[in-house]
Structures are given as C-alpha cells and as structure tokens.
C-alpha cells in the first residue's frame, strides 16, 4: 500500500516536482487535461506518462474522463452508442499506454454542493451541502425513473467491462455526491450500500472496482468500517479517498481529516491489517491561507497525515505480529 497524490488535471512541471517533494511516488490525475472531446488518444495518454516518469512519478490512474465522453450513457441520449464506442477506444488506449485504473461516476449532473465557501477549523474554506437549498429543476428536461438509470448502467457496463478486461484496465465507481435520491430529476443510484452490493452482483468481473471515497461513504451515514471492509476483501477496492464531512446527507460539511464522522486511524488500521494493496489519496481538502486553487497548503498537511498514519499503523500492526509470533 502507498500513498499518492492527486486531484489535478495538469502535470505541469511545477506540479509533478512538488509530488516529488512530497514523498510520492505515485500520482493520480483527476480529468487529465489532453486534447479530444471524445476520447483520448494513445500517443497523448503515453506522452503523459513519460512526462510523469520522467520525475519518477508513477501514473497509477486517471480519476475521471470529461464527463462528456459518457453522459448521454448515463441518461441514454440520442448519441449514446457513440459516445461508448469513443470510451471503448479510450480504455484500449489506456491499455496500451499502461495506465492500470479508469475512474468514472454515474451522475448526470455531476457533483453538488449548496456552497463552497464554508466556514471551518480556523477560517479555512469548505464546501457544504444542505439539502433544503438543493432545488435545482430539471437538468436534462424531465423526471429519470431509479429502473432507467440502472438500465442505462447494465447497458453502458455490458457494452465496455469486456473491453476493460481485454485492455487489463480497471474501472473504479466513485459514489454519487452527494448521496440523495435524486438532483435535478435524476435518481441517485449509487448512495448506498445495498446499491454497490447490487451493482457488484451483476459482474464477476475483476475489471469491475471501487474507486472507495471515504468522504461520500461517510456522508450516507455510520458503519463506514463495515462496508469498507466488506469490499476490500471481496478485492473490489482500487483505491480510497481519504477525506471527510461533518454530518450526514441532506446535510453535511467537509472538514479537515480527524474532525468529522469516522476515526481515520481505524480506517488506516482496518487497511493494513486487511493487506490492502492498492494506494490511498488526498481528495477534497481544506484551502488554508495563501492556497492557490489546488489548496497546495491543505493538501500538503493531508498528505503528511496520510504518510505518517501508514507508517504508524504499519509498525503497530507488525509489533503485535512480531509478539504473536514469539
């Protein structure tokens, strides 16, 4: 297990240095920023990664293509085959630059947030969601009924997860954001356990994963350890996100990491004693006095957090191993 870090689309020079100096070894891009608006190229995705080597960083996934590469999958619109037979040539090219893991969501709309100037530890800035607030309309010009959205994903993942598997590229579900029913006419289906369990239950796939985002699994409520647990050794976790909210959906706040809903040491601990081999990141951190728009400070302090619980709970799990062994 390593910690990277991500949560930026440009691996500028400036950027892919101060990864470096912040011990990584891995990096995760959010929407890479590369040329195409319908799929992205092998020459462009391989470029990319010789850039990240080339500061001894490692490519260990791309987080998210622009939404416009599948959108008309997830509300099956008029362009929809299209559309997946862009993504297919995508996940193939990815397969060929050597790029392991495809992040993706099932949110029309996106994610959402009633603000993104909330007040917290300090006066640093966060985002909120409250869900009174949230009255949106429709976003895509009428009500979408919970069995069309599960429709359009059998479609959407039957036309793609073998190609993924030919490809040796996993495709990671980050959960809805934040995890209501429905936003803007368009159920929320994946806001919950039961509904991951569900989707799970339709492919056997090992290309089929979990991109498992601390922060949202918190917002459904508490038992967050159980049902990290119940992927991780079902091998469905690609990697975790480590952030967190204070409260629970409709209402909830981000928060620095130690202040919200789940302890995460436990969760720290709960990896590593689960051998989890894939890697934890930053995601949504607070922006500190003097940040730029990446929150370099916020993600700095995230960062050093995550390193030093591994660390910590790596050497406590093997003291005890080491005691049982004598």
């Not at 790029?99 to 993706?104: A, K, N, S, T």
């Not at 492919?203 to 409520?221: P, V």
Request: hydrophobic residues 35%.
């Amino acid at each position: 297990m390593q910690i990277c870090v991500g949560q930026f689309d440009d691996p500028t020079p400036q950027r892919l240095q101060y990864c470096r100096q912040l011990g990584a070894t891995g990096i995760v891009l959010n929407t890479a920023k590369l040329a195409g608006d319908k799929e992205w190229a092998y020459e462009d995705l391989l470029a990319l990664k010789e850039r990240c080597a080339s500061y001894g960083l490692r490519i260990e996934s791309l987080e998210n293509t622009p939404l416009g590469f599948y959108d008309q999958a997830i509300w099956a619109g008029p362009e929809r085959d299209e559309q997946i037979a862009h993504y297919q040539t995508t996940i193939r090219n990815l397969g060929r630059a050597g790029i392991p893991i495809l992040g993706y969501h099932w949110m029309a709309n996106g994610v959402w947030r009633t603000g993104w100037e909330a007040v917290g530890r300090g006066g640093a800035t966060v985002s909120v969601f409250h869900g009174a607030e949230a009255n949106p309309g429709l976003t895509h010009g009428r009500e979408f009924s919970e069995d069309e959205i599960w429709d359009n994903y059998r479609y959407f993942m039957n036309a793609v997860l073998p190609v993924a598997e030919k490809a040796g590229v996993r495709l990671v579900l980050h959960p809805d954001d934040p995890p209501v029913p429905k936003l803007g006419g368009i159920p929320r289906i994946f806001r919950s356990f039961e509904s991951f369990q569900r989707a799970e239950a339709m492919y056997s796939s090992s290309a089929w994963g979990l991109d498992f985002c601390l922060g949202t699994w918190s917002e459904m409520g508490p038992g967050l350890a159980d049902k990290l647990r119940y992927f991780v050794r079902r091998n469905r976790v690609g990697y975790v996100h480590f952030r967190d909210v204070q409260g629970y959906a409709p209402d909830f706040q981000e928060c620095f990491l130690g202040e919200g809903n789940y302890d995460p040491v436990e969760i720290m601990r709960l990896l590593v004693e689960e051998d989890f081999s894939g890697f934890a990141i930053d995601d949504h951190v607070p922006r500190l006095v003097g940040d730029d728009g990446w929150n370099e400070r916020g993600r700095a302090l995230a960062t050093g957090y995550l390193q030093g619980m591994l660390q910590a709970v790596q050497a406590s799990v093997k003291g005890n191993q080491d005691q049982v062994t004598k």
